[in-house]
């Protein structure tokens, strides 16, 4: 099996890595709720920048023009994927990429109103409320949004477009479980003494789907909840690393190692089928469908460009069958356009996640600093 490959791929879920906690909340901790409801104000900038009209944008000649795509380091996509675009609408497209989410999200709210870019892709909903509040992006309301469900809009102003669509899991080697009824089945079961000292997962303060995962505890056991059950996780022997690579690669081993249970993503047995050398029809994993956390990653356009009316027709191609159809295989999240085909192997071996964990993003950031301090000393300490 091409272990780095597969396993940068999968990453590419949510863009995992080291995550930037820098400071900067924008909303006080009494505006939202663990119960997802929150003050749609917390985030939003004071002043809204002037909209970029969609007929202006399809009218504009933009033909010789260049812009650029800042992103995140797990970030990819097909070889000439953009050639299309540059044949359509005369654009050239520059790529980007600046490291991990947090390290992209702070760049860009440090550089707002005088941007390294065009145009911004892979800010998600657990880093969301800072970009918005920071007044990094011009509202711009792309026709590609009809193809895509109300629920992924999560900013009414449409500073951001939502483009694709992941969810962090709990994953478990099936060779553990032969039998699925044994398996883990949620995040109750984590705490149990049937599965002591099996569970992996990462260090939320150094990693995106261990930072996920603490979001999904507390999304499902809320503020009163949630430090009683990583007490009793704690308890029952659940191991810390600080990244993904090192829980995946070497202590859950792809569902052969020390641990048999461990943070992942829905899409992991897709890589595993893919890659697996010599070739399977079934993957070694299982998902936990019932311990998922939903990331979301939009893209929107960087106040302060030069060239709104490319940066929008950008936009509009990110959203395209075109690109959407490429995003599968390649960073392995669900396309948001509702039209996009799925290739066969993501449908056969996806686990579909149809009632994901979720938070509003202004209750993350608001709580993001108090909840990792304390997990901290729960967990670690």
């Not at 509702?338 to 979720?358: M, N, R, Y």
Request: glycine residues 6%; negative net charge.
């Amino acid at each position: 099996m091409r272990h780095r490959r597969s396993r940068s791929l999968i990453r590419s879920l949510a863009a995992l890595g080291a995550l930037a906690l820098v400071a900067a909340a924008c909303g006080d901790d009494d505006t939202t709720t663990t119960d997802g409801t929150s003050d749609e104000a917390a985030c939003a900038p004071a002043e809204l920048p002037e909209p970029i009209d969609a007929d202006a944008v399809a009218a504009a000649d933009t033909s010789g023009t260049t812009i650029t795509l800042v992103t995140h380091d797990s970030f990819s996509v097909s070889d000439g994927v953009f050639d299309e675009f540059e044949q359509e609408t005369g654009i050239r497209v520059e790529l980007l990429e600046t490291g991990d989410t947090g390290t992209l999200v702070s760049q860009a709210v440090l550089t707002a109103g005088n941007p390294v870019a065009d145009v911004l892709f892979g800010i998600d909903n657990t880093f969301l409320c800072r970009g918005l509040a920071a007044n990094v992006f011009v509202p711009y309301e792309s026709p590609g949004l009809a193809d895509v469900p109300d629920d992924l809009e999560l900013d009414p102003n449409h500073l951001v477009t939502p483009i694709d669509v992941g969810d962090v899991c709990v994953n478990y080697a099936k060779s553990a479980y032969p039998d699925p009824a044994s398996a883990p089945a949620d995040l109750d079961d984590l705490a149990d003494e049937r599965f002591r000292d099996q569970f992996v997962t990462q260090n939320p303060e150094t990693s995106s789907p261990g930072f996920a995962f603490l979001l999904a505890t507390i999304a499902k056991y809320g503020e009163d909840g949630w430090e009683d059950y990583w007490t009793r996780l704690r308890d029952n022997g659940v191991l810390i690393t600080n990244g993904w690579e090192e829980a995946y690669n070497e202590v859950f081993a792809g569902g052969k190692g020390k641990r048999s249970i461990i943070t992942s993503y829905a899409s992991s047995p897709v890589v595993e089928v893919l890659y697996a050398d010599p070739p399977v029809d079934t993957p070694p994993t299982g998902v936990v469908a019932d311990a998922c956390f939903r990331q979301i990653e939009f893209a929107g356009i960087l106040r302060g460009t030069d060239h709104p009316e490319a940066a929008a027709k950008l936009v509009d191609f990110l959203l395209s069958r075109t690109f959407q159809e490429d995003i599968p295989l390649n960073m392995f999240v669900a396309p948001a356009n509702e039209k996009a085909a799925l290739p066969d192997v993501f449908v056969e071996h996806a686990t579909v996640i149809d009632e994901p964990l979720t938070l509003d993003p202004a209750t993350i950031e608001a709580g993001r600093e108090r909840w990792t301090e304390r997990w901290t000393e729960l967990v670690l300490r």
